[in-house]
C-alpha cells in the first residue's frame, strides 16, 4: 500500500528494484484497480535478480515486468565492494563495462582469465577506489564477457546475465548446473505459482536435489514437473507438492529484499 501511495503522489517515470518484487507490486497495483500500465512508469531498471538466460533471452520474470508495466526492463549487475555499474543499454544486451572504473575478468577454476564468450566466474578490479583498494576481487557469480559491438553504436565490453553463485554450484548424477537452471524451467512450466529448492549432500561426489512446489492448475502434477526439469536438466529430481502458504513461508523470509528460492543444506 506504501508502494501505491508513492506512485500516485510521485509519479515517477522510472522504478530500480529486484524483478520478482516489482513483478508482484505491478499485479497488486492492477488488484487495486490502480492499472500498472496507466502509471507512467517507462523503464524498470532490474537488481539483485538476472533477466535473461545465457542466451540473451527474456526469463519469464522479464517477460512478465515489461508485460505488468507495458515498459522496457534492463539489468544491471553491482556489488558493494566494486562501487560500480554495468547497466544494458536501450539494446537490452547485456551491460556495458566502464573501463575507466573498473576492469573486469572471466577466470577459471585456478585463476586463468578466460576467453570471451566463456563462462566463469567474475573478477572485478576498481580503479576509483581509495579507501579500500581492491585487486582482482572474486565475486563469486557466474557470467561472460562479449565482445561483439553492440547495436547501440558503443563497442566496449558487455558483461552478460548471471547464470548463478559459485558457491551454489550442484552437482547431481553426474551433471553440473546452478539453481537458476531450475528456476528458469519452473517459471515456464503453466500451473506452478510458488517454489524452492533444497540440496544436500548424498556422498563426497554427488548432491541430493528436492523441488518443492505449489500448483493453482490440477492437470499440473508431479510427473509432469519431474519430466520437465529433467527434459531441461537431464536429471529426474524429487518433486514434492505443497501448499502454496507453506512455500511463501519459506520464499519470503523477513528482512530479505530477494525471495530465498535455495536451501543448501551441504
Not at 581492491?134 to 565482445?147: A, E
Not at 561483439?148 to 552437482?171: F, T, V, Y
Request: net charge positive; glycine share 8%.
Amino acid at each position: 500500500e506504501s508502494h501505491l501511495g508513492l506512485i500516485r503522489r510521485l509519479k515517477p517515470t522510472a522504478l530500480v528494484g529486484v524483478p520478482s518484487f516489482l513483478r508482484k507490486l505491478g499485479l497488486y497495483l492492477n488488484q487495486q484497480g490502480y492499472d500498472a500500465q496507466k502509471s507512467g512508469i517507462k523503464k524498470i531498471v532490474c537488481i539483485g535478480e538476472p533477466l535473461r538466460d545465457k542466451d540473451l533471452k527474456f526469463l519469464k520474470v522479464g517477460q512478465d515486468l515489461e508485460k505488468i508495466w507495458k515498459a522496457k526492463a534492463y539489468s544491471t549487475y553491482s556489488t558493494t565492494e566494486i562501487v560500480s555499474t554495468f547497466c544494458e543499454c536501450t539494446a537490452q544486451t547485456g551491460g556495458h563495462l566502464h573501463p575507466d572504473l573498473a576492469v573486469v575478468e572471466i577466470i577459471d577454476e585456478r585463476g586463468r582469465p578466460l576467453p570471451y564468450g566463456q563462462i566463469g566466474e567474475i573478477v572485478v578490479t576498481p580503479l576509483r577506489i581509495e579507501a579500500m583498494p581492491l585487486i582482482r576481487f572474486k565475486t563469486g557469480d557466474i557470467s561472460f564477457l562479449i565482445d561483439a559491438p553492440c547495436s547501440c553504436g558503443r563497442k566496449s565490453l558487455r558483461l552478460g546475465p548471471i547464470l548463478g553463485r559459485k558457491k551454489q554450484m550442484m552437482k547431481v548424477q553426474g551433471t553440473t548446473f546452478y539453481p537458476q537452471a531450475i528456476y528458469t524451467c519452473l517459471e515456464q512450466i503453466e500451473g506452478v505459482s510458488e517454489y524452492y529448492v533444497s540440496v544436500s549432500s548424498a556422498g563426497a561426489l554427488s548432491d541430493n536435489l528436492e523441488i518443492y512446489a505449489a500448483v493453482n492448475n490440477p492437470q499440473c502434477t508431479k510427473t509432469d514437473i519431474q519430466e520437465k526439469l529433467q527434459a531441461r536438466l537431464r536429471v529426474r529430481p524429487e518433486v514434492f507438492i505443497c501448499e502454496e502458504e507453506l512455500i511463501k513461508g519459506k520464499v519470503y523470509t523477513p528482512g530479505s529484499r530477494k525471495p530465498v528460492r535455495f536451501i543448501d543444506r551441504r
